[in-house]
């Protein structure tokens, strides 16, 4: 961490990226610190391979696409993942970085970055950057605390994820007293639904299946469907009445974003390392929750993840 706050400090403009499918954890770590680098008055662009959810437009995220600034940086921030196909069309030019760092809680890819702070015991990126921004001399605004506070509750699935810990609670604790409406993030995020949510919900239903004696959902939503939802299927949080069920393991949801493109989402009950299934889909994660991409033939797609899940399943057969 006193690397990276060295970096803070001693430089002047910075480039920000999150990951493809941004979930709030990776907008909120990202926009909090361009925010904190702003008042610093640095000057920083932030990027994501995306857009920015309906459901968290209320972190006031306002993504950059001049590619030509990047370059004119003296630094390159990854944030939230950790490797380039994880950034998707920025990663040629964060590759080309002058320095390049890596902010995260994700297990390692084998990218060499300058600087990390990196741990993976934590349940969250905002929970890193919250105490990066406490280092650094800058005074924290309901901003700031809102967009980070929206990062670690999202991540700790309202903490009630088994990685949350202690420090992620005393960091809520922290943040709240900063102001920003609670209740307000806490329903935008966990309980507003749109009006057609109810025909998305009838149409999850009808398109999971499972296999391997029910221990494994497949959830798919070809491009004509992700395109009739596309605001829900953005919101990982909408698929969540599906954790928990008795007997099965491991979900994956596989959206088909464009003609022959899936980004795909593994989550895991109890035990299944799924961040091993999702490296074979070009991706990566946590043990609990890993996401990647393919492209290609869906039959096929199909029959290679119900053989890797299968692989990580029996590894745990007595």
């Known amino acids: 961490m006193e690397e990276v706050i060295e970096v803070l400090n001693k430089y002047k403009s910075f480039a920000l990226f999150c990951h493809l499918s941004p979930d709030a954890d990776a907008l909120g770590s990202m926009n909090a610190l361009r925010l904190a680098l702003k008042k610093m008055d640095k000057k920083v662009y932030i990027y994501c391979d995306g857009k920015v959810p309906k ?9 950059d696409t001049k590619v030509s600034n990047i370059a ?20 040629q030019y964060f590759d ?35 105490e990066l921004i406490k280092n650094l001399d800058v005074k ?37 007293n900063y102001n920003f409406d609670l ?9 507003e639904k749109p009006s057609n949510y109810l025909y998305f919900y009838k149409s ?15 959830i798919f939503f070809n491009h004509r469907a992700y395109k009739r939802f596309e605001h829900i299927c953005d919101n990982s949080a909408s698929f969540q009445f599906l ?32 961040c091993e299934i999702a490296k074979k889909f070009d991706g990566g994660g946590h043990k609990m929750a890993s996401g990647g991409k393919a492209t290609g033939n869906y039959k096929e797609l199909l029959s290679k993840i119900i053989s890797v899940c299968k692989e990580e399943l029996d590894k745990y057969e007595k």
Do not use: W
């Open 204 to 218: 999850v239903l009808r398109n999971t299946k499972s296999y391997l004696n029910e221990k494994l959902y497949i």
């Open 243 to 274: 954790d928990g069920i008795d007997g099965n393991e491991i979900r994956v949801k596989i959206i088909e974003k464009q003609k022959g493109f899936y980004t795909l989402s593994f989550r895991a009950n109890k035990y299944a390392n799924v």
């Open 183 to 191: 209740r307000d993030v806490n329903y935008k995020m966990f309980k």
């Open 55 to 63: 459901v968290l437009s209320f972190l006031k995220v306002q993504l």
């Open 96 to 130: 080309k970085a002058q320095i390049k760092v890596n902010i995260d809680h994700h297990q390692s890819m084998n990218y060499q970055f300058d600087y990390e702070y990196v741990n993976r015991q934590s349940p969250s990126t905002a929970d890193l950057v919250y």
């Open 140 to 176: 924290i605004n309901s901003d700031i605390a809102l967009n980070l506070y929206a990062g670690l509750a999202s991540d700790t699935g309202c903490f009630q994820h088994p990685g949350t810990n202690q420090l992620s609670h005393k960091h809520a604790y922290e943040l709240i």
């Open 72 to 91: 004119k940086c003296d630094v390159c921030i990854m944030m939230d993942c950790n490797s380039l196909d994880r950034v998707g069309k920025y990663g």
